[in-house]
């Protein structure tokens, strides 16, 4: 019954920016450590950006400077602004809900591609 939602890929050229958007129900989202990770055919999922609680991020080295992650607790959603994007960013991003406690839950949403190309 928990659903994360995310929305906002598609195509785009190189050095073009886009922004995604993950819309979370059914959990008590400010108790929750958010984030974006990735996955091409052949690879690990890897992780792209967390938001803790409290707000502090971490990113993968490879998105350093050029992404950015934030969080809505009102509203129950987070974003990821990805800016001076690569061909090598082309990936199914995916949304990740984690509780980080003694009884941890974590929910993953469905997916949404993004794809950079001329």
């Known amino acids: 019954q928990v659903h994360l939602v995310e929305s906002g890929g598609g195509l785009v050229q190189p050095g073009g920016s886009l922004r995604l958007s993950c819309a979370a129900s059914q959990i008590t989202f400010r108790r929750y450590v958010m984030g974006w990770y990735r996955q091409v055919p052949g690879k690990e999922r890897e992780m792209v950006a967390t938001?803790?609680?409290?707000?502090?991020?971490n990113y993968a080295d490879s998105v350093k400077g050029r992404f950015t992650v934030t969080r809505d607790n009102d509203k129950d959603i987070v974003y990821l602004q990805m800016n001076s994007l690569k061909p090598e960013d082309t990936a199914v991003y995916f949304c990740n809900a984690d509780s980080k406690g003694l009884f941890t839950r974590v929910f993953w949403g469905q997916g949404t591609q993004v794809t950079v190309s001329p």
């Open positions: 938001i803790s609680t409290g707000n502090s991020t």
